[in-house]
């Protein structure tokens, strides 16, 4: 039997929304799912044992800064990701190449790889599809991504054009490089917003196989439309029998558009990074906790949200903990915006399951539109 697979289990009978689950050697994975996001080892604010109270099943960690901090041959000797970071169930690591493209100062793309200089201390470091695989494979991730170029949003069709194609070529290299059986490794389909790009680019990747398919190159900036409408482009194009991950998107409405388009895996660091700015996820939209309004409120941050951080503690106490600076603040901060996230998963795959995911879409929208 194969340590990895994916099992599709019912598509809703009015839309494209999908059930599935993904099976690693680490834990069975429902679909659809958010991955949060622990780039250094760590999702911010959150131990182990509180991922699982929120109904986490799956992380995320970047290459990027593991390679940099600590370094993968440490995290390698320790065990991989998971027994350094004392995490049981399923991991995912990025390729680390859009950290090297947006934090890696003066980059040099070429075919071989990417020449850059470190954003902690400026020393020179190269990266190519092989030395990405390679890291991800000490790493010990369930999941590998291959190693890409997202360009910027606004770039021209021609630059993307030859982006695209460069990394179709990186991807038959990353493939070839792959040495662990007990790894997934997923293409990432690219080309921007052109939709002719992004066609050639699925094309590829399914012509070389891989266990899994995502779109790169979204939520850099571009209107929603233009998300919609790659989104859309894209779904057709990719094997029905592999889990389809959008990388990056974050807004509870673009989980929505997403699992409503047919995706199945989402990540984005939104729900930890805003929990730590004061701006919380409830189920009629969001509650900047900072405000003056909720110095003396004292109902729960969502009524309708079972998390303990509901359950116990009052808006008054919570823009208390903000206001003084207190490391307590983003911790149930955290603990409740990925509550609500995990728990809207949740709620999506049940609608799923019983053909109703465009009311349940409606009822979300009509909710987040009501006053607060």
């Known amino acids: 039997m194969p340590v990895f697979d994916f099992f599709l289990e019912h598509k809703d009978a009015s839309c494209a929304a999908r059930l599935g689950s993904l099976k690693t050697p680490h834990g069975m994975i429902p ?11 760590t999702v911010k604010a959150m131990t182990p044992e509180e991922l699982l109270e929120v109904k986490s099943r ?34 995912l690591t990025d390729s680390g190449g859009f950290q090297v493209f947006s934090l890696g100062e003066l980059c040099r793309i070429r075919e071989e790889g990417v020449t ?47 982006s695209m194609e460069m990394t179709s070529r990186w991807a038959v290299r ?29 094309h590829d990747l399914r012509g070389i196989g891989f266990d899994g398919y995502a779109l790169g ?39 929505i558009e997403g699992i409503y388009r047919g995706y199945d895996m989402f990540d984005c660091v ?18 900047n906790i900072k405000n003056a309004r909720y110095a003396e409120d004292g109902e729960p941050i969502d009524p309708e949200c079972g998390c303990y951080v509901c359950r116990k503690y009052s808006r008054a106490y919570l823009r208390h903990l ?23 998963m949740e709620g999506a795959r049940d609608a799923i399951a019983n053909d109703r995911f465009p009311e349940f879409r409606r009822e979300f929208y009509e909710k987040r539109n009501s006053p607060a």
């Not at 890291?135 to 949003?153: K, T």
């Not at 493939?175 to 699925?202: H, Y």
Request: net charge negative; aromatic share 10%.
């Open 58 to 91: 799956i992380i995320l960690a970047n290459t990027y800064h593991l390679y940099m901090r600590p370094g993968h041959e440490l995290i390698g000797r320790m065990g991989g990701l998971h027994g350094f970071m004392g995490w049981s169930g399923p991991i």
């Open 322 to 344: 903000y206001r003084a600076g207190e490391i307590l603040s983003s911790r149930f901060n955290t603990y409740h915006n990925l509550y609500y996230y995990l728990t809207l």
């Open 217 to 255: 190159g979204l939520s850099v900036g571009e209107e929603k439309e233009v998300m919609h409408g790659v989104m859309e482009a894209c779904e057709p194009l990719l094997p029905e029998d592999r889990p389809r991950y959008v990388m990056g998107i974050g807004t509870p409405e673009d989980l």
């Open 31 to 41: 679909t659809p799912i958010f991955m949060p996001v622990g780039t250094q080892a």
């Open 270 to 287: 939104m729900p930890t990074r805003n929990a730590r700015n004061g701006m919380l996820f409830t189920s009629t939209g969001t509650l």
């Open 116 to 162: 850059f200089r470190s954003h902690l201390d400026g020393s020179s470091h190269f990266i190519s599809p092989e030395v990405s695989i390679g890291i991800q494979e000490s790493l010990g991730a369930d999941i590998i991504m291959c190693f890409d170029e997202c360009p910027p949003s606004t770039s021209e069709y021609d630059y993307v054009r030859k």
């Open 174 to 202: 990353c493939k070839e490089a792959k040495r662990r059986d007990d790894q997934a490794l997923f293409g990432i389909v690219q080309g921007g917003r052109f939709l002719d790009l992004r066609a050639r680019s699925a």
